[in-house]
């Protein structure tokens, strides 16, 4: 059975980055924000204008007007969440049976928020992605349109990087160069070779046992 490796790491530290290494090693990595994004530009678009009027433009969720409704409002991102969370765990379950498929001996989830949502215990082993904290904040702050206020909201909704590193199986430090992080990447695939997982098949059983997936 496919080996699931939960890949996650704070804002800034590389994540999407160390997710492309994994590619181009031949991994299938199933991206949750991409998955969010093509949603934003899809089915869910209508889902949240219902609920938060005016964030969507031309058909398309403006991530800037909707960012500016729910952070810093718990109450406002817990409806935003319960509108996109089924829809995207649809999205992995279909990734998850893709893999199965093809008889992928390792596939990837890239989830932001892995340890906030419990994703942790819906895969064989996580790997965080961390940089020590002036190399974080350099390069968030260096997004456009970013701000040192959202920057501090999107941090207090992370679980701390200390922690993540202490739950983690595996970590990729990026803050030594992309180049150190993809040999530790190589070292990771090259030590799951072969190692069955044991969460997936149970989690396909149980969703198709739902009723959610067909």
């Known amino acids: ?7 996650t790491g704070s804002i800034g530290m ?5 997710a492309i290494m994994f590619r181009e090693l031949g991994v299938p990595v199933h991206d949750a924000d991409a998955a969010v994004h093509a949603l934003y530009r899809g ?11 005016g964030t969507v433009v031309d058909g398309v969720v403006d991530r800037s007007k909707l960012s500016d409704r729910v952070i810093g409002r718990p109450h406002a991102m817990r409806r935003l969440e319960s509108v996109v969370h089924p829809l995207v765990r ?7 049976r893709r893999a199965v498929a093809e008889r992928r001996p390792l596939a990837v989830l890239d989830v932001p928020l892995l340890f906030e949502t419990g994703g942790e215990r819906r895969c064989d082993a996580v790997l965080v992605v961390t940089a020590a904290p ?3 904040e350099s390069r968030v702050l260096a997004r456009p349109g ?16 200390e922690e993540k590193r202490r ?7 990026t803050g030594h160069g992309f180049p150190r992080a993809k040999a530790a990447v190589s070292d990771i695939v090259r030590a799951l070779a072969g190692r069955p997982g044991s969460v997936l098949g149970s989690r396909l059983d149980e969703e198709a046992g739902s009723g959610r997936i067909a």
């Open 134 to 136: 002036e190399v974080q």
């Open 14 to 18: 590389g994540k999407s980055a160390t």
């Open 90 to 96: 649809e999205e992995e379950i279909a990734f998850l």
């Open 1 to 7: 059975m496919t080996f699931l490796l939960g890949l």
């Open 43 to 53: 089915r869910a678009a209508p889902l949240i204008e219902e609920v938060f009027p």
């Open 146 to 161: 970013m701000t040192a206020q959202k920057f501090a909201a999107i941090l207090a909704k992370q679980t701390p990087d």
């Open 167 to 173: 739950r983690a199986h595996f970590i990729v430090d």
